[in-house]
T-cell receptor, first 114, second 114 residues
Framework: GENVEQHPSTLSVQEGDSAVIKCTYS??????FPWYKQELGKGPQLIID?????GEKKDQRIAVTLNKTAKHFSLHITETQPEDSAVYFCAASLYSGGYQKVTFGIGTKLQVIP | KAGVTQTPRYLIKTRGQQVTLSCSPISGHRSVSWYQQTPGQGLQFLFE???????NKGNFPGRFSGRQFSNSRSEMNVSTLELGDSALYLC?????????????FGPGTRLTVT
């Protein structure tokens, strides 16, 4: 089955700096890659996603890039703010047998230091 | 539109007991997936229901079961609770207009087994 590796597991950045989280996946048939942000005491919230026919997608301070050949994708957060502090999960989704199978990375705890 | 709701939010049970958790998806969403989240294992897929049928199942013992009702609400049941079942249980719903399909998570039910 699909395997998703995510790193780093923890990341501390100064407010205003950029943060980058990287993920690799194993199944080349995966075609959808969402990113989730989970704040303390809450469920994961979908913040951005990218489909396999797109190399990059941006939404204000957040961007995601996808390299299908290397089977890796990354989340970039620019001009970080304290409210960006949370756990971020990447996921790889494969559509097979009439339904979607989603595999998550282990998560990255991001701390933005004011 | 209301988000995914889960009840109860917190639960304390004793080893050997059973527990039932409930999930109400976003209105119009017909797919509901359940995940177990623990610090060491991340988000582990339990099962997915669509139109009252289990379409996909993760690698969990038979003590974990679920069902979906005609209004798309879903329940999961864990019998003969073990200490290792302590976790945050998350459900996610999707519209099924894909593929791919965006998943939206509820706040989770925090289960503690003593």
């Amino acid at each position: 089955g699909e395997n998703v590796e995510q790193h780093p597991s923890t990341l501390s950045v100064q407010e205003g700096d950029s943060a980058v989280i990287k993920c690799t996946y194993s199944d080349s048939a995966s075609n959808y890659f969402p990113w989730y942000k989970q704040e303390l005491g809450k469920g994961p919230q979908l913040i951005i996603d990218i489909r396999s026919n797109v190399g990059e997608k941006k939404d204000q301070r957040i961007a995601v890039t996808l390299n299908k050949t290397a089977k890796h994708f990354s989340l970039h957060i620019t001009e970080t703010q304290p409210e960006d502090s949370a756990v971020y999960f990447c996921a790889a989704s494969l559509y097979s047998g009439g339904y979607q199978k989603v595999t998550f990375g282990i998560g990255t705890k991001l701390q933005v230091i004011p | 539109k209301a988000g995914v709701t889960q009840t109860p939010r917190y639960l304390i049970k004793t080893r050997g007991q059973q527990v039932t958790l409930s999930c109400s998806p976003i209105s119009g969403h017909r797919s509901v997936s359940w995940y177990q989240q623990t610090p060491g294992q991340g988000l582990q897929f339990l099962f997915e229901y669509f139109s009252e049928t289990q379409r996909n199942k993760g690698n969990f013992p038979g003590r974990f079961s679920g069902r979906q009702f005609s209004n798309s609400r879903s329940e999961m049941n864990v019998s003969t609770l073990e200490l290792g079942d302590s976790a945050l249980y998350l459900c996610a719903s999707s519209l099924e207009r894909g593929p791919p399909d965006e998943q939206y998570f509820g706040p989770g039910t925090r289960l503690t087994v003593t």
